[in-house]
T-cell receptor, first 115, second 113 residues
C-alpha cells in the first residue's frame, strides 16, 4: 500500500469547516483513499472513501486531486465532538490483497476543535 | 444494533503471565481483524480471520502471540509470558465481507508491570 503523509496536528474553531490534507504521491491507479478517525479511548471509526471522484456523505466530504497524489477531508461544520485523530489510508481493492484488506495506519492528524 | 465488543476493557498483568483477550464481532460478520496500538501510534495489523480460518498472521510480533476463532464468531487473542513491550491497546475489528468497511471495538488496554 502507498505511504501517506499528514500534518501532526491541526486546530479548528467550532462551527467552521475543518480541512484535513493528506499526501499520497505514490498511490497507484487502483488504490482507494480511505479516512478513519479515532476519538480518545475509542476504536477507529470509518468516515469516507473514494477512488477518483469527490465523495460526500453525512459525515464529511472527500476531495481528491486530479492526479490523485493528494486529498482533503472536509468536515463542513466542525463540532467539539469531532476532536479526534484522523487517519488517511491508501489501500488496494480487496481481491488484490491476500490479507483481507488490512488497514495500514500512519500516525494521523490530531484535530482539536476549539469552542 | 450491537457493535463489536471486547473484554476485558482493561487488563493489568505481571511480566511472565499469560493473558487472553476476547472479541465479539458484529453478528454475521465474516472477516475479523486484530490490531495492536502502542501509545501515540496508529494501530498496527496483527492477524486476520475469514470465518474460522486464520488467513494471515504475518503481523503477530512473536510466537508468544496466538489468535483463534474456532466457530467463526468470537475470537480470542492470547499472549503467553507477557513482556513489558506488549503493553498496548489491542483492537478488534469486523467486516461483513472481504474488503468491506471495518467496524472497531473499543479495545483492551493491556498493561504489563
Amino acid at each position: 500500500d502507498a505511504k501517506t503523509t499528514q500534518p501532526t496536528s491541526m486546530d479548528c474553531a467550532e462551527g467552521r469547516a475543518a480541512n484535513l490534507p493528506c499526501n499520497h504521491s505514490t498511490i497507484s491507479g487502483n488504490e482507494y483513499v480511505y479516512w478513519y478517525r479515532q476519538i480518545h479511548s475509542q476504536g477507529p471509526q470509518y468516515i469516507i472513501h473514494g477512488l477518483k471522484n469527490n465523495e460526500t456523505n453525512e459525515m464529511a466530504s472527500l476531495i481528491i486531486t486530479e492526479d490523485r497524489k493528494s486529498s482533503t477531508l472536509i468536515l463542513p461544520h466542525a463540532t467539539l465532538r469531532d476532536t479526534a485523530v484522523y487517519y488517511c489510508i491508501v489501500r488496494f481493492p480487496p481481491l488484490q490483497e491476500t490479507s483481507g484488506s488490512r488497514l495500514t495506519f500512519g500516525e494521523g492528524t490530531q484535530l482539536t476543535v476549539n469552542p | 444494533g450491537a457493535g463489536v465488543s471486547q473484554s476485558p476493557r482493561y487488563k493489568v498483568a505481571k511480566r511472565g503471565q499469560d493473558v487472553a483477550l476476547r472479541c465479539d464481532p458484529i453478528s454475521g460478520h465474516v472477516s475479523l481483524f486484530w490490531y495492536q496500538q502502542a501509545l501515540g501510534q496508529g494501530p498496527e495489523f496483527l492477524t486476520y480471520f475469514q470465518n474460522e480460518a486464520q488467513l494471515d498472521k504475518s503481523g503477530l510480533p512473536s510466537d508468544r502471540f496466538f489468535a483463534e476463532r474456532p466457530e467463526g464468531s468470537v475470537s480470542t487473542l492470547k499472549i503467553q509470558r507477557t513482556q513489558q513491550e506488549d503493553s498496548a491497546v489491542y483492537l478488534c475489528a469486523s467486516s461483513l465481507a472481504l474488503g468491506g468497511e471495518q467496524y472497531f471495538g473499543p479495545g483492551t488496554r493491556l498493561t504489563v508491570t
